[in-house]
């Protein structure tokens, strides 16, 4: 079976300091690998994703992602954090041989952003 | 294009009794996914629906069930209700079922079971 692990449950940061948020996971052959954000009150909301195309793989609002396959990672960056940034971060696996859609969901990080 | 829509947003009910809510995918999706948000148990799947048929079911009871119209909505039913069962239920849709495919979340139905 498929997981995802995303150490710590809390990262906080200073405006313009670099955001790096970790994600493992475990699949017996490479899996498709998403990041979404969670803002209060919301629904979640694609950053980005890496289906077997470039391994470094950029996303909306300044987010990118490196898929490394030798440590089956996933770690979510951004060089200069934003007030706006703060939010829930997860990490998602999904198994390339199903036919559906099913998402296996990390526990989350909530990032805080400090003035 | 409007987006994922889940009515209601908010419900509280009583433990024993049987809820529905109710999700309306973006135009031309055919694929609807729920999932249950809960502090302690984080993001778990609960099943999946493409052309009104059920691709993938999660690890929970019976009393969670589902269905998908031919217009792609799609309701999920809890019947008698633990207190357990309170959490957000987001809905998501996506074009086919597919897992390279980007799902859209709508904004989730929190239910409250007292």
């Known amino acids: 079976a498929q997981s995802v692990t995303q150490l710590g449950s809390h990262v906080s940061v200073s405006e313009g300091a670099l955001v790096l948020l970790r994600c493992n996971y475990s699949s017996s052959v490479p899996p498709y690998l998403f990041w979404y954000v969670q803002y209060p009150n919301q629904g979640l909301q694609l950053l980005l994703k890496?289906?077997?195309?470039?391994?470094l793989v950029k996303g909306i609002n300044g987010f990118e992602a490196e898929f490394k396959k030798s440590e089956t990672s996933f770690h979510l960056t951004k060089p200069s954090a934003h007030m706006s940034d703060a939010a829930e971060y997860f990490c998602?696996?999904?198994?390339?041989?199903?036919?559906?859609?099913?998402?296996?969901f990390g526990k989350g990080i909530t990032l805080s952003v400090r003035p | 294009k409007a987006g994922v829509t889940q009515t209601p947003r908010y419900l509280i009910k009583t433990r024993g009794q049987q809820v529905t809510l109710s999700c309306s995918p973006i135009?031309?999706?055919?694929?609807v996914s729920w999932y249950q948000q809960t502090p302690g148990q984080g993001l778990q799947f609960l099943f999946e629906?493409?052309?009104?048929?059920?691709?993938n079911k999660g690890n929970f009871p019976g009393r969670f069930s589902g269905r998908q119209f031919s217009n792609s909505r799609s309701e999920m039913n809890v019947s008698t209700l633990e207190l357990g069962d309170s959490a957000l239920y987001l809905c998501?849709?996506?074009?086919?079922?597919?897992?390279?495919?980007?799902?859209?979340f709508g904004p989730g139905t929190r239910l409250t079971v007292l």
């Open positions: 629906y493409f052309s009104e048929t059920q691709r």
């Open positions: 998602a696996v999904s198994d390339v041989a199903g036919a559906n859609s099913k998402l296996t």
């Open positions: 135009s031309g999706h055919r694929s």
């Open positions: 890496y289906t077997s195309a470039a391994t």
């Open positions: 998501a849709s996506s074009y086919v079922a597919e897992p390279y495919n980007e799902q859209f």
